[in-house]
């Protein structure tokens, strides 16, 4: 990640929230996790060029070894809804 104190930030932020609404509110669950996602996807689009998407398949495969309903062969039938989103960023995500 380019921003070495975006993470701080975003601690100091939530801290805030935190303080305001208190850690169990809805504000604090919501803020924390559109955070999260967008940190992410920060590092991973300005973090020498890797792929979200090729991430989660690497993982699921290198989970599938133990978890085997994350195989490529039993993923879709265990997962169907997982494997349409997938399906469709590899689509949208293929330009």
């Known amino acids: 990640m380019k921003n070495k104190h975006l993470k701080q930030e975003i601690n100091r932020l939530l801290t805030s929230v935190m303080q305001t609404f208190g850690k169990d509110s809805r504000e604090y669950r919501d803020a924390e996790y559109y955070f999260d996602v967008l940190e992410t996807v920060y590092h991973y ?17 290198k989970l599938s070894d133990r978890i ?11 997962y ?16």
Not at 45 to 61: F, I, M, P, T, V
Not at 80 to 95: A, H, Q
């Open 68 to 78: 085997p309903e994350l195989s490529s062969n039993m993923f879709t039938q265990c």
């Open 45 to 61: 689009n300005y973090s020498d060029g890797l792929d979200l998407l090729d991430e989660l398949k690497n993982l699921l495969g």
């Open 80 to 95: 169907p809804n997982i494997s349409e989103m997938i399906k469709c960023l590899e689509e949208w995500l293929s330009d």
